[in-house]
């Protein structure tokens, strides 16, 4: 038995390496990010953005980019086989299941690198709520990535793939958004940014993260058993 | 008892018809999936009809080939 | 044999569902601040936590189908969302219902468990299109397990999250003029909550035991080298 944490890393490098070489998705979710900025300046006839819109618009936008990019990233894995060699190969499903949550929060991180940034300059008056919201972001892909996984692994298996993702994963990453978007609103409101429960957010998201973690974590098994 | 005199005056107003219309919902739905379920149960009764019509043919056809 | 037990239930619900309805429009006393629309809270309420609880409860079953890789739990899991997700629209409609009588409009954002309930039902709709899409049998019972699972987990902390993101919360309480829940009305709502649990209950049987006769006509069919009829769902699991 391959000592997980080699496996771990042997997978993730893998995954990471494939998506560099190709770069099907990311520059495309990327792309589609910064392009939805600009429909929401002319669709809410605003060019600055603060509080709740601000942060609306910025994770309304991260959701759906990260909806449409998790497909990709999965179904050309399976196109290439790739699903079948790590079948066979002697590593713990589990193993297999954090690897691929980590490579997809490594993606969702690096949409954010352009995103973000870009919606600052587009939209933000003032920089200052960024750095405190590097943690909600962190945690929420970290809860994306986990349910995401888990619902795209099912989908890559399936006649409409590309609608049932979206389908699936949107409500159930309503409370991941209803938490981020609570910490977010206060960090970017106009009198510079505000801690109004942002420990209990951050918790509600912590608790998001380590639900989804156990369920994927337990059921991943029954997923790839054929 | 004093249940039957303890009964309110049925407010025949905006509230009455309101609270109505949501018991009204639920019944039609339960009617609704009993519908179907009777739909189900038709199918399910014509099919054992036909298995059984089949089955008394094997018989027969049985009986006449032993007869035979 | 599911239909074993299967009118004693029935006539359990039956005599509940009269009782309840007699109980609420007799004898509970009317309430102090919504006065007679709050009688429809007998009706919505049950109606949620049941359905809520037949979610979990199908998420039970799904856990006991990846256990046991028996198919008949993954029977169970399905109908006891199905069911779930039929009594779900009563919820919504009613709930609707409730909404326009007390607030003029068909939908209010202020009623957290109202809201959560909504996206409950957003993603446990999202289930049978999730099974269309799987053609392989075993597969699909499997996954659907996977998605019951998840979506079972998903209900507490959903309504977790939306109650929280409410800054002003109506406590919705039932209350008469005095104040707190008076005995009246709490016996009125149990018995309500009984009603729709042996209603849900006798439901599933209902719905349980005909698929088992339909998959015992297949199995008859089978057993005759008599051609079987197609139409079997594509994705409503075979009981037999």
């Given at each position: ?20 070489r ?16 600009v ?10 953005l603060?509080g ?15 909806v ?24 713990d ?11 997809l ?14 919606f600052?300059?587009f ?48 409500p ?21 940014p ?5 420990g ?12 989804f ?10 997923l790839?058993?054929? | 008892?004093?249940l ?5 005056a ?59 | 044999?599911y ?37 429809i ?93 799987i ?43 005095d ?39 297949k ?10 009829a ?11």
């Open positions: 038995m391959t000592p997980s944490h080699a496996a771990f890393a042997a997978i993730l490098a893998k995954d990471l390496r494939s998506e560099l190709t770069l099907q998705s990311l520059p495309a979710m990327a792309l589609f990010a910064v392009t939805t900025f429909i929401f300046r002319f669709g809410l006839d605003r060019t600055s603060s709740s819109l601000a942060s609306g618009v910025l994770w309304a936008t991260l959701l759906f980019a990260a449409l990019g998790i497909n990709r990233l999965f179904v050309a894995e399976r196109e290439e086989g790739g699903f079948d060699a790590i079948r066979l190969a002697p590593i499903r589990t193993v297999l299941f954090a690897a691929k949550v980590a490579a929060v490594v993606y969702l991180v690096a949409l954010e690198l352009v995103a973000v940034p870009i600052a300059i939209f933000l008056d003032d920089a200052a709520g960024l750095a405190p919201l590097v943690a909600v972001l962190l945690l929420t892909d970290l809860g994306l990535a986990a349910t995401g996984t888990l619902i795209s692994s099912m989908a890559v298996n399936s006649r409409a793939r590309d609608l049932l993702v979206p389908l699936v994963l949107l159930l990453a309503v409370p991941l958004m209803i938490a981020a978007t609570g910490a977010t609103e206060p960090l970017l409101s106009l009198g510079g505000s801690y109004d429960r942002f209990t957010w951050l918790m509600v998201l912590g608790l998001y993260d380590l639900i973690g156990l369920v994927g974590y337990a059921v991943f098994d029954f790839l058993e054929d | 008892m004093e039957l005199f303890a009964a309110p049925l407010p025949l107003d905006e509230a009455g018809k309101y609270v109505a219309g949501a018991y009204v919902v639920f019944v039609v739905l339960l009617v609704v999936y009993v519908a179907i379920m009777a739909a189900k149960l038709q199918r399910i009764e014509r099919d054992l009809r036909e298995v059984a019509a089949i089955a008394e043919d094997r018989k027969a056809e049985r009986r006449e080939e032993v007869s035979a | 044999m239909g074993k037990g299967l009118r004693p239930l029935s006539i359990a619900t039956v005599a509940m569902l009269a009782l309840s309805l007699s109980l609420v429009f007799f004898y509970a006393p009317l309430d102090a601040d919504q006065g007679f629309i709050q009688k809270f007998y009706i919505h309420v049950p109606l949620a936590m049941v359905a809520l609880v037949g979610f979990i409860v199908g998420g039970v079953f799904a856990i006991a189908h990846l256990r046991t890789d028996n198919r008949k739990w993954d029977a169970y899991s399905y109908v006891a969302i199905h069911i779930s997700v039929i009594f779900g629209v009563a919820v919504l409609i009613t709930g609707a219902i409730w909404a326009k009588a007390s607030w003029g409009h068909w939908w209010v954002w202020d009623e957290p468990t109202l809201v959560s309930f909504l996206i409950v039902f957003l993603l446990y709709a999202t289930y049978y299109p999730f099974r269309y899409a053609e392989d049998k075993d597969r699909q019972a499997r996954y659907a397990s996977v998605f019951a699972v998840t979506a079972g987990a998903f209900v507490p902390l959903n309504f977790m999250a939306v109650r929280m993101a409410q800054s002003l919360v109506h406590p919705r309480t039932f209350a008469t003029a104040g707190g829940l008076p005995g009246e009305m709490m016996l009125t709502f149990l018995c309500s909550l009984a009603a729709i649990a042996l209603l849900w209950t006798t439901l599933v049987k209902f719905e349980l035991t005909a698929k088992s006769a339909s998959g015992q006509v199995r008859l069919r089978r057993a005759l080298d008599a051609p079987v197609g139409g079997g769902s594509r994705i409503a699991p075979e009981v037999s």
